[in-house]
């Protein structure tokens, strides 16, 4: 089971989405996961089995509160017999109004982030939400009506929000001249900025968006200029080459992706 939310308008400049996956049982050759990048930051709840990072010579326990940076390709995980989670997924230019931390510092990053200080009511809150409220639905009510109670966006985040905006509209295809224009920045200092706040260049996040864009409304045709550069962008970010996103089973993959296969 996997579901998941778009949040309120009040809270969408923060928290662009809420998301739960219950797995009680995992046949073991469904086990293998892909975290793919998606220009989020992401705040992770385990409750069940543990699961680990399935790296090229060794696996590592992934800590049951993780925080996950933005990362610019595939990265593989492999579960336990079991899942049981809860995400939020935070856009970068929040996590500064949120926990005073500039997203910069976290990317490529999966981090325990049970100890950092600013996140500790964040962290009570929700496990005491979940350990009281059975139904998804009235949870993630409560998780929005949380974030409404106790945070308000920055104005210097509201313009890099701005940003992202920006580039969401434009679904990632963008000449980085005329963004820099648009915002009153050189080239290089338009770059800086966004990479401090953001974690990656403007480019780059662009980039991630052009494949979201491309794989939700399912025509690739219209944001990359030949097929060969989508399956290069898709083998990179998915570790699959297009045609095998529609028989995919990987949790992960699934809802940051957001295809529906509940």
């Not at 996997?2 to 996956?21: C, E, N």
């Not at 060794?58 to 017999?81: M, N, T």
């Not at 962290?123 to 993630?140: A, G, Y």
């Amino acid at each position: 089971m996997i579901v998941q939310r778009k949040p309120k308008d009040k809270i969408r400049s923060m928290v662009d989405i809420i998301w739960y996956v219950e797995e009680p049982y995992l046949e073991e050759d469904k086990r293998k996961d892909i975290i793919v990048p998606t220009g989020h930051i992401h705040i992770v709840y385990n409750f069940n089995a543990p699961y680990f990072i399935d790296g090229e010579n060794k696996k590592e326990q992934v800590p049951d509160i993780v925080l996950v940076g933005q990362f610019q390709e595939a990265v593989k995980i492999e579960y336990g017999d079991n899942v049981k989670q809860l995400g939020l997924a935070f856009r970068p230019s929040a996590l500064y109004a949120l926990f005073h931390r500039v997203s910069g510092l976290y990317t490529g990053a999966i981090i325990d982030c049970r100890q950092i200080e600013a996140m500790k009511n964040l962290h009570h809150e929700i496990l005491k939400i979940v350990r009281e409220q059975k139904d998804i639905e009235v949870m993630f009510d409560h998780i929005e009506n949380y974030f409404e109670r106790e945070y308000v966006m920055s104005e210097e985040m509201i313009f890099f929000e701005e940003m992202m905006r920006y580039l969401e509209e434009k679904k990632g295809l963008i000449d980085i001249k005329l963004m820099a224009d648009h915002f009153g920045y050189s080239v290089s200092a338009l770059e800086r900025a966004f990479k401090k706040q953001m974690g990656i260049t403007p480019k780059a996040y662009a980039n991630i968006l052009r494949f979201r864009y491309a794989v939700l409304e399912d025509d690739p045709q219209i944001l990359f200029y030949d097929q060969s550069h989508f399956i290069k962008n898709c083998k990179k970010y998915t570790s699959k080459i297009p045609a095998d996103l529609s028989s995919a089973e990987e949790i992960s993959l699934l809802h940051m992706l957001d295809i529906n296969k509940v």
